[in-house]
């Protein structure tokens, strides 16, 4: 590992990003409807994160949408180093190193002896931008995810192509709390590949190709998968129940035909609309031999879209702050 490797592309890029001039420095801006969606919850961890969290990611515009939650205060859009736009055009290192499973060395002996190549430390920065725990990889034609500096936090790798989610991918990346891979292509996760990262909070995945989702890690806090193709088969039984810390279960345009119990008390934000949801049990949210419960955190639950009746649940809801939204008649 070369530490000094990182910091040096670290402050060539920092030199490239003061180099753009402020009037070029572009605003990003905030989808309105979706700072109304959240203005009744208590935001104050969630403030930067959520702040282009809507449901219809509009890809046509999307580079409105790029949302580093993690850097306080924002570095806008504009002012990120280039990319190059053509990994073809790399020196030949940039393209083996993306596939290269992993920066740590194994653990047994090598039975090959590699040439001492000093890039082998650097191998993400080629082909993304590596800003102290955060590496942003959007938007760079890639087909895996690459090879991860060992203190990553927060990985940003939205709009590319990656079609599946390894289990050794982020082995050893104990670091990491967040990972956005929005609008790629992924069908498969392995089931290992989140599981084991202790401080995971945010996991997002939204315009995917999911048809299930992996074992979750019990840190957490936000989970993202609209706009993939979940059947209800795709969770496991009681998928959600041991994340005692999760508070956004978006879930929305994906192919569920009931709504995944039990749901944990820390729930704040439950978002189903578009599925196929047609009944539910009365327990679902409120437990009916406890009339004097309050559920005061699940304040934001979407079930428009659905084909199901609320109406017929009228004691489905006594406990909530709010009613659902969805279709009472
Ligand atoms: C929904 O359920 C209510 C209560 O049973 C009923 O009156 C209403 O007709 C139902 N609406 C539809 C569209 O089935």
Same mark, same amino acid.
């Given at each position: 590992m070369c530490p000094l490797g990182w910091l040096g592309v670290a402050t060539l890029c920092l030199g490239t990003?003061?180099?753009?001039?402020?009037?070029?420095?572009? /605003?990003?801006?905030?989808?309105k409807a979706d700072l109304t969606l959240y203005e009744n919850l208590d935001l104050d961890n969630y403030d930067l994160s959520l702040d282009n969290y809507g449901d219809i990611l509009d890809l046509?515009?999307?580079?409105?949408?790029?949302?580093?939650?993690?850097?306080v205060p924002k570095i806008e859009v504009g002012t990120l180093a280039p990319r190059?736009?053509?990994? /073809? %055009?790399?020196?030949?290192?940039?393209? %083996? %190193?993306?596939? %290269?499973?992993?920066?740590?060395?194994?653990?047994?002996? #090598?039975?090959?002896?590699?040439?001492?190549?000093?890039?082998?430390?650097?191998?993400c920065?080629?082909?993304?931008?590596?800003?102290?725990?955060?590496?942003?990889?959007?938007?760079?034609?890639?087909?895996?995810i690459p090879a991860l500096p060992p203190h990553t936090q927060y990985?940003?790798?939205?709009?590319?192509?990656?079609?599946?989610?390894?289990?050794?991918?982020f082995a050893g990346l104990e670091q990491l709390k967040h990972i956005d891979l929005s609008s790629n292509s992924i069908r498969r996760v392995d089931d290992d590949a989140f599981r084991m990262l202790p401080g995971l909070r945010e996991l997002?995945?939204?315009?995917?190709?999911?048809?299930?989702?992996?074992?979750?890690?019990? =840190?957490?806090?936000?989970? #993202?998968?609209?706009r993939n193709r979940i059947p209800s088969?795709?969770?496991?039984?009681?998928?959600?129940? #041991?994340?005692?810390?999760?508070?956004?279960?978006?879930? =929305?345009?994906n192919q569920l035909d009931f709504i995944p119990v039990p749901l944990p008390e820390s729930l704040r934000s439950l978002h189903l609309q578009n599925n196929n949801i047609r009944t539910m049990h009365e327990d679902t949210f409120c437990d009916s031999q406890d009339q004097g419960q309050i559920r005061r955190?699940?304040?934001?639950?979407?079930?428009?879209?659905?084909?199901?009746?609320? =109406?017929?649940?009228?004691n489905a809801f006594f406990c909530l702050p709010r009613l659902p939204t969805g279709r009472f008649s």
């Open positions: 990003l003061w180099a753009v001039p402020a009037k070029e420095r572009r /605003k990003v801006e905030k989808p046509s515009n999307y580079e409105e949408l790029y949302d580093y939650g993690d850097l190059p736009k053509e990994p /073809k %055009t790399l020196p030949e290192l940039g393209e %083996t %190193t993306v596939g %290269t499973p992993k920066l740590q060395p194994p653990s047994g002996a #090598d039975p090959v002896p590699s040439a001492p190549i000093p890039g082998q430390a650097l191998p920065c080629l082909l993304c931008l590596c800003l102290g725990s955060s590496v942003y990889c959007d938007d760079a034609g890639l087909e895996r990985l940003y790798a939205r709009f590319n192509r990656i079609g599946a989610v390894r289990d050794r991918d997002l995945l939204p315009e995917n190709l999911l048809g299930a989702l992996p074992e979750l890690p019990r =840190s957490l806090e936000r989970l #993202d998968v609209r088969a795709g969770l496991r039984p009681e998928a959600f129940r #041991d994340l005692k810390q999760l508070q956004f279960l978006h879930l =929305s345009d955190a699940l304040e934001d639950i979407r079930l428009d879209g659905n084909p199901i009746n609320l =109406s017929l649940f009228p």
